[in-house]
């Protein structure tokens, strides 16, 4: 299991652009892993796109646990891409268990 917010996870990949399939084989690796805080910050493009290559390599390989407070229609505005959201969105709500946790605030 590795746990990892997706602000610095989105950074670190963006930032190791020359050795990003080392740091995604690395991630695949994890039978779970858990990203925090999905849409606190945007992501910027290259990281979008990176975070999308980590996603679509661990599609049915490896189990990821996101926390979010924002719905599944306000991803795009994370990617800043709807058509990267889409593609994230078919691979991880095709073997998916959402669970919607409301409070008082």
Not at 30 to 49: R, V
Not at 79 to 88: C, G, K, Q, W
Request: charged content about 25%; proline content about 1%; glycine content about 6%.
């Amino acid at each position: 299991m590795n746990f990892a917010n997706a602000s610095i996870l989105v950074e670190r990949l963006a930032k190791a652009e020359k050795k990003l399939e080392e740091k995604i084989r690395k991630l695949s690796k994890f039978h779970l892993l858990i990203i925090d805080e999905m849409g606190y910050l945007p992501f910027h493009q290259l990281g979008a796109h990176c975070f999308f290559q980590l996603v679509s390599r661990r599609y049915e390989m490896g189990s990821i646990i996101f926390t979010s407070n924002k719905s599944y229609g306000e991803w795009g505005d994370i990617f800043r891409d709807h058509v990267i959201a889409a593609a994230i969105f078919d691979r991880i709500l095709h073997h998916c268990t959402t669970v919607n946790i409301k409070g008082d605030r």
